[in-house]
Every structure is written in structure tokens, then in C-alpha cells.
């Protein structure tokens, strides 16, 4: 596997690749890699040529009082790991690489931005967005790849390549979870003992709301109401939010009609954790 730390040499790596007619599957991850981003990188093995990995902490993405200096970073371990899937090559770039002095220019997707994380963390999609485009125009890859486990991202960043006709497709991977459920997620790793076990709520509210609707519960509000209740026998448990929006397009709703997507974000102590299920179709279902 190739680690590349430069945009120049990035570019080179896939001008040589697409030479030799490959085609090219792109996984952007911000590291500390997990079962979930391996998932990720398989996909893309098994759908194209060669697949290339970035790992890149995005400090545009992070709010001024979030977690961006005690983010997990582990690039010798992850450089194994992304070896021992076959990725061909390992994007490492540093910030000054990304956003050298002079640096002026940000992406902003409109209107769904405004609710979930984007309403609790302001500026963060824009982050997102900015980062995913530069990383997309470096590695100019046929499929990119991300996970449903952000559910929003993904909304966000297929409307940003619909809207400025970026030319690849974007791939969609189901949660992957821990065998009692949790969704696996770099900063599963913040969590103390007691605070691991309280997060297991999320998904079994999520399994609570899954099994709601599988008995014929459409009301959004007596969803809402049962994860709320859920969640609040956990005392370490604290709410950001509780959503329930049609989907994909992410309206509000009363009733669930179609598909719909229960969104929640807790805090268990310092970390905030995510996660999502849909509901009346099949796509990253619980
Ligand atoms: P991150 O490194 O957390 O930015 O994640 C990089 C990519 O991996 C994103 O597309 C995430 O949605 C995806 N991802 C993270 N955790 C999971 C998971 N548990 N299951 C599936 N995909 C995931």
C-alpha cells in the first residue's frame, strides 16, 4: 500500500491508475479505523479496481468547542489495517496541505443542513462539504463510498454532487454494529465502562421504534415519545435530539407515510454519539 501525503503525489498516483484503466473506488474517513470504515473499503474492493482510502481530521468540520485536539488519531495502526484490505493507496494529508495560508473558499448545501446535526452543530456540513469536494477534485474517483451510520452526510453530500455535477457516484453502506448493537464509531472509543453499557439505548430504542412500526405505529409524535421514554431510563443519557422525518427528503411529518428516518444524537458524559434507523424500506435498515 502507498502513502501519499501530498496533493501532487496523490494526483500523480491516480493519473498513473486511470492510465492503466483502472477504475477507482474512494473511501474518506477521519481515521481511528473500525470495523465500519473496513466495511467501507471492502465495498469499494468489490466494486472497483483499486480502491484509495484518505484519512484526514478536518478541523473546518469541527465546532470551536468540540473534540477536534482529542480526536483518536492512530495513522500506524490504520495504515495496517487499511493494508490488510487491500487498499492501493493511503491519502494522509496534513492541514497545511488542505488549507494553506490564503486558503478562502467553502461549500454550503442549503435547506436540509438546517436540521439534525446541522441544527446542533452549526457550521459542520459546510466542513463536510468542503472537505468531501477537495478530497473528491484530488482523487477524482468513479464511486466514493460512506456510511448510513451518517445518515445526514450522506443526504448532504449526494445533493452537493447532484447540484455541482461532480462526475461519480456515491455508494451507500448499511450501519455496521458491535454484536449488542451499538453502532461502531471512532469516538466509541471516549466512553468509560458505565457510559458504553447507557449508550446501548440508542439502538435499542431504534429496535423499539423498528418493532413499533413493524406492529402498524405510523404516529410520528408516539414514536418520538417511546425512544424519548427509552432513552430516559438511561441517566447518563442526554438528549440532543429525537427526529423522525420523512426520507430522503428529510420533512417534517405526523404520520410515517413511505419511508421515514428516526435520527438520534446523545451525550453520554463528554461524548456525543449518533445514530439512525429507516423505516418502511430497506435501505440501512436496523
Ligand atoms: P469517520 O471516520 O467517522 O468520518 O467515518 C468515515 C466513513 O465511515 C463515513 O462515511 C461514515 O459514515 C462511515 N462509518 C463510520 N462508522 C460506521 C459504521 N458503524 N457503519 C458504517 N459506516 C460507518
Same mark, same amino acid.
Given at each position: 500500500?502507498?502513502?501519499?501525503?501530498?496533493?501532487?503525489?496523490?494526483?500523480?498516483?491516480?493519473?498513473?491508475?486511470?492510465?492503466?484503466?483502472?477504475?477507482?473506488?474512494?473511501?474518506?474517513?477521519?481515521?481511528?479505523?473500525?470495523?465500519?470504515?473496513?466495511?467501507?473499503?471492502?465495498?469499494?474492493?468489490?466494486?472497483?479496481?483499486?480502491?484509495?482510502?484518505?484519512?484526514?481530521?478536518?478541523?473546518?468540520?469541527?465546532?470551536?468547542?468540540?473534540?477536534?485536539?482529542?480526536?483518536?488519531?492512530?495513522?500506524?495502526?490504520?495504515?495496517?489495517?487499511?493494508?490488510?484490505?487491500?487498499?492501493?493507496?493511503?491519502?494522509?494529508?496534513?492541514?497545511?496541505?488542505?488549507?494553506?495560508?490564503?486558503?478562502?473558499?467553502?461549500?454550503?448545501?442549503?435547506?436540509?443542513?438546517?436540521?439534525?446535526?446541522?441544527?446542533?452543530?452549526?457550521?459542520?456540513?459546510?466542513?463536510?462539504?468542503?472537505?468531501?469536494?477537495?478530497?473528491?477534485?484530488?482523487?477524482?474517483?468513479?464511486? *466514493?463510498?460512506?456510511?448510513? %451510520?451518517?445518515? +445526514?452526510?450522506? !443526504?448532504? &453530500?449526494? $445533493?452537493?454532487? =447532484?447540484?455541482?455535477?461532480?462526475?461519480?457516484?456515491?455508494?451507500?453502506?448499511?450501519?455496521?454494529?458491535?454484536?449488542?448493537?451499538?453502532?461502531?464509531?471512532?469516538?466509541? *472509543?471516549?466512553?468509560?465502562? %458505565?457510559?458504553? +453499557?447507557?449508550? !446501548?439505548? &440508542?439502538? $435499542?430504542?431504534? =429496535?423499539?421504534?423498528?418493532?413499533?412500526?413493524?406492529?402498524?405505529?405510523?404516529?410520528?409524535?408516539?414514536?418520538?415519545?417511546?425512544?424519548?421514554?427509552?432513552?430516559?431510563?438511561?441517566?447518563?443519557?442526554?438528549?440532543?435530539?429525537?427526529?423522525?422525518?420523512?426520507?430522503?427528503?428529510?420533512?417534517?411529518?405526523?404520520?410515517?407515510?413511505?419511508?421515514?428516518?428516526?435520527?438520534?444524537?446523545?451525550?453520554?458524559?463528554?461524548?456525543?454519539?449518533?445514530?439512525?434507523?429507516?423505516?418502511?424500506?430497506?435501505?440501512?435498515?436496523?
Amino acid at each position: 500500500m502507498k502513502i501519499i501525503e501530498t496533493i501532487a503525489e496523490m494526483r500523480q498516483f491516480v493519473r498513473e491508475q486511470r492510465g492503466a484503466g483502472k477504475t477507482i473506488g474512494f473511501v474518506p474517513t477521519m481515521g481511528a479505523l473500525h470495523q465500519g470504515h473496513q466495511e467501507l473499503f471492502h465495498k469499494a474492493g468489490e466494486r472497483c479496481d483499486i480502491v484509495v482510502a484518505s484519512i484526514f481530521v478536518n478541523p473546518m468540520q469541527f465546532g470551536v468547542n468540540e473534540d477536534l485536539a482529542a480526536y483518536p488519531r492512530d495513522s500506524e495502526g490504520d495504515a495496517r489495517k487499511a493494508a490488510a484490505v487491500g487498499v492501493a493507496a493511503l491519502f494522509l494529508p496534513r492541514v497545511e496541505e488542505m488549507y494553506p495560508t490564503g486558503y478562502a473558499t467553502q461549500v454550503d448545501v442549503l435547506g436540509i443542513t438546517d436540521l439534525l446535526c446541522g441544527k446542533s452543530r452549526p457550521g459542520h456540513f459546510r466542513g463536510v462539504a468542503t472537505v468531501v469536494t477537495k478530497l473528491f477534485n484530488i482523487v477524482q474517483p468513479d464511486v *466514493a463510498f460512506f456510511g448510513q %451510520k451518517d445518515a +445526514q452526510q450522506v !443526504l448532504v &453530500l449526494k $445533493r452537493m454532487a =447532484a447540484d455541482l455535477n461532480m462526475a461519480l457516484e456515491i455508494e451507500v453502506v448499511p450501519i455496521v454494529r458491535e454484536a449488542d448493537g451499538l453502532a461502531l464509531s471512532s469516538r466509541n *472509543a471516549y466512553l468509560n465502562a %458505565k457510559e458504553r +453499557q447507557a449508550a !446501548l439505548s &440508542l439502538s $435499542r430504542s431504534l =429496535a423499539l421504534a423498528k418493532q413499533e412500526f413493524a406492529a402498524g405505529r405510523r404516529s410520528v409524535q408516539e414514536l418520538k415519545q417511546l425512544i424519548l421514554e427509552e432513552l430516559s431510563k438511561e441517566t447518563l443519557a442526554v438528549i440532543d435530539y429525537v427526529e423522525v422525518y420523512s426520507y430522503p427528503d428529510l420533512a417534517k411529518t405526523e404520520t410515517v407515510a413511505g419511508q421515514a428516518i428516526v435520527a438520534l444524537a446523545v451525550r453520554f458524559g463528554a461524548t456525543r454519539l449518533i445514530d439512525n434507523l429507516i423505516l418502511g424500506g430497506t435501505e440501512g435498515c436496523y
